[in-house]
């Protein structure tokens, strides 16, 4: 997953074995560790103070692979600028730079800045490698539960795409059960279930509500996934709350939100909804996943920043 962020972001990929990759894989490891211990200062910034006194050496170490992120997308877009072609860009950061030039040529108190570019990129990194990971890991769980959707799944990517080329995204319109059972997985275990934080930014009313500028709002997506008005049995797997009634067409109600919506919906949408596609198309096209035996499944979770699934073993038998 980090590699294709990197992709994305540094223009690159790096080799499996590349310590550069290994040293952005265990710092993003470390940081996603840490978030577990201090969650409740995400979610209530007011607990820093008693947090950082009560786990002292724990909040250090916590900052200090902070630092050591940021430090090392500082030195990669050190880099970019050293390489810039103002008529090519080649990747996130060269666009940003760009578009961060021509900015401040006009305006020195734009946004565009260098603390806002290594912010961007921490945020890319955290939000686009772990989310898509635990996506992964919660529909292959669910598929060594519920064999017979497996095999439905199975057979509709044999009947389109068969087993010798490999999926596209092109190929998702085709494969609406498919689609639905990553909807559903997305919608029965919400992978942020409280989105991120946001703030006020002025004095606002919500449906006659009052919230004052500088109030921190919470999105309670899981809320909206598991409400009975909306969704039959909303705690049970349920692919076809995604199908037409004769279950031929894929149909996303308003509801579904598991990127939140408007404005400030999570920019890496299409990216994740494609990783996922790919990953899951890709895995069922050539293996059956199922649990070891006499194993039954858990789908109990870990709620850190994301609902992770818990530890479990799954077989991956050729087919």
């Known amino acids: 997953m980090s590699n294709i962020i990197s992709a994305f972001i540094f223009g690159r990929r790096f080799h ?21 211990q201090f969650n409740l200062k995400t979610f209530f910034p007011w607990m820093k103070p008693f947090l950082s006194i009560l786990k002292a050496r724990e909040f250090r170490k916590f900052q200090e692979t902070t630092e050591n992120l940021l430090s090392f997308i500082r030195e990669e877009t050190n880099n970019h600028k050293k390489r810039l072609d103002p008529s090519n860009a080649c990747d996130y ?19 565009f800045s260098d603390d806002m570019l290594c912010g961007n990129v921490h945020a890319w990194f955290l939000g686009g490698s772990s989310t898509v990971r635990t996506g ?11 064999p017979d959707v497996q095999k439905r799944v199975q057979n509709e990517i044999d009947s389109f795409i068969g087993r010798e080329r490999l999926p596209s995204w092109d190929d998702h319109v085709h494969l609406p059960y498919t689609q639905a059972v990553l909807y ?13 934080l946001r703030y006020t930014r002025e004095d606002t009313t919500v449906q006659g509500y009052n919230i004052p500028k500088g109030t921190i709002v919470m999105n309670n997506i899981w809320a909206v ?10 705690s049970e797997f349920f692919p076809e709350h995604f199908l037409s009634q004769d279950g031929t067409t894929l149909v996303k109600p308003e509801y579904f939100i598991p990127f939140i919506i408007g404005k400030r919906s999570c920019p890496g949408e299409k990216l994740a909804l494609v990783e996922m596609f790919l990953y899951f198309v890709s895995i069922l096209q050539r293996f059956t996943v199922a649990l070891p035996a006499g194993e039954k499944p858990n789908f109990d979770g870990i709620f850190e920043l994301n609902w992770d699934a818990k530890f479990h073993h799954i077989r991956f038998l050729f087919r």
């Open 16 to 36: 499996y074995d590349d310590p550069k990759r290994k040293y952005l894989d265990d710092r993003l490891t470390e940081f996603q560790e840490y978030i577990r």
């Open 93 to 111: 950061i060269d666009s940003f730079l760009i578009e961060m030039r021509n900015r401040q040529k006009i305006n020195n108190m734009s946004s």
């Open 136 to 146: 992964i890991e919660w529909c292959l769980l669910t598929m060594a539960a519920y």
């Open 184 to 196: 559903e997985c997305q919608r029965w275990k919400t992978i942020t279930p409280l989105g991120l």
């Open 225 to 234: 996934h598991n409400d009975p008005r909306y969704w039959k049995n909303p």
